[in-house]
């Protein structure tokens, strides 16, 4: 069991295939997202990997939070998660997970904060059929008729299907194939939709009722902190090389 990663909803697109048929994809963005802290069998009973994304600043973080972020040695974050992993899965404690951590053609299941649509009726929360738009009806056609017997039972029964609020709930989508993955911008690419808004905050893990490539990195493709300056550095060796040439 790997550790999953949380991304930021762009938005949506479509990819055109070789074959000229095109693709609906949702676009995700994995910016900074780091391993905060170990959860393990013998200080918490189980094993889970806990991941922080996005900058929140100091001033408004409490200061419980903020020594929780300096022991791991990183920026204090906005949105932490945790994932469950085997003990073979923990990745060490302020690395960064990139987009490559999934592979294309795998299947992942996303979870997001679906969209909040306030108070709605029964006809939009529950896909009521309404009532008869003819005699009689008058000006009740959408109204969900009765919700209850008359003496018997003489109450209604819970768990009605009601008006009410709906949307703004956790929701899962299982089974999204993965489509692309940028490692420079941090950009993965699933195709289908995704619950939640743009910009909000999206979980993105194995597939649990689908097998896992044998190509999948284990226990993942992440970047410690003193990679990103070492792959920094060879790029700029050929400019300055290249400028001594010329002065020669």
Same mark, same amino acid.
């Given at each position: 069991?790997? @550790?999953?990663?949380?991304? +930021?909803?762009?938005?949506?697109?479509? =990819?055109?295939?070789?074959?000229?048929? *095109?693709?609906?994809?949702?676009?995700?963005?994995?910016?900074?997202? %780091?391993?905060?802290? *170990?959860?393990?069998?013998?200080?918490?009973?189980?094993?889970?990997? +806990?991941?922080?994304?996005?900058?929140?600043?100091? %001033?408004?973080?409490?200061?419980?939070?903020?020594? #929780?972020?300096?022991?791991?040695?990183?920026?204090?974050?906005?949105?932490?998660?945790?994932?469950?992993?085997?003990? &073979?899965?923990?990745?060490?404690?302020?690395?960064?997970?990139?987009?490559? *951590?999934?592979?294309?053609? +795998?299947?992942?299941?996303? $979870?997001?904060?679906? =969209?909040?649509?306030?108070?709605?009726?029964?006809?939009?929360?529950?896909?009521?059929?309404?009532?008869?738009?003819? #005699?009689?009806? @008058?000006?009740? #056609?959408?109204? =969900?008729? @009765?919700?209850?017997?008359? +003496?018997?039972?003489?109450?209604?029964?819970?768990?009605?299907?009601?008006?009410? #609020?709906?949307?703004?709930?956790?929701?899962?989508? %299982?089974?999204l194939k993965v489509v692309l $993955?940028?490692?420079?911008?941090?950009?993965i690419a699933v195709e289908g939709a995704v619950p939640g808004n743009?910009?909000?905050?999206?979980? =993105?893990?194995?597939?649990?009722?689908?097998?896992?490539?044998? &190509?999948?990195?284990?226990?993942?493709?992440?970047?410690?902190?003193?990679?990103?300056?070492?792959?920094?550095?060879?790029?700029?060796?050929?400019?300055?090389?290249?400028?001594?040439?010329?002065?020669?």
């Amino acid at each position: 069991m790997r @550790s999953g990663v949380i991304a +930021q909803k762009v938005g949506m697109t479509r =990819i055109f295939t070789d074959a000229g048929e *095109h693709i609906p994809v949702t676009v995700l963005k994995v910016d900074n997202c %780091q391993v905060v802290a *170990h959860r393990t069998l013998d200080k918490n009973g189980y094993v889970a990997v +806990q991941l922080g994304v996005g900058q929140a600043k100091p %001033q408004n973080t409490t200061r419980a939070m903020r020594g #929780h972020f300096a022991v791991a040695k990183v920026e204090p974050k906005r949105k932490l998660a945790e994932f469950r992993v085997e003990e &073979e899965g923990l990745i060490p404690v302020g690395a960064e997970l990139t987009a490559d *951590h999934f592979v294309v053609g +795998q299947f992942v299941d996303v $979870t997001g904060t679906s =969209i909040g649509k306030g108070f709605a009726g029964g006809m939009k929360r529950h896909n009521f059929g309404g009532l008869r738009a003819t #005699h009689g009806v @008058s000006i009740s #056609h959408r109204s =969900i008729g @009765s919700t209850g017997g008359r +003496q018997d039972p003489g109450k209604t029964f819970k768990n009605k299907k009601m008006p009410g #609020h709906l949307g703004a709930e956790t929701v899962t989508t %299982q089974n999204l194939k993965v489509v692309l $993955t940028d490692v420079e911008r941090g950009l993965i690419a699933v195709e289908g939709a995704v619950p939640g808004n743009k910009g909000g905050w999206i979980l =993105i893990a194995d597939a649990v009722k689908k097998k896992l490539p044998a &190509e999948a990195p284990k226990p993942g493709k992440f970047r410690l902190p003193g990679e990103q300056a070492a792959d920094e550095a060879p790029a700029e060796a050929p400019v300055v090389e290249a400028a001594a040439e010329e002065n020669v």
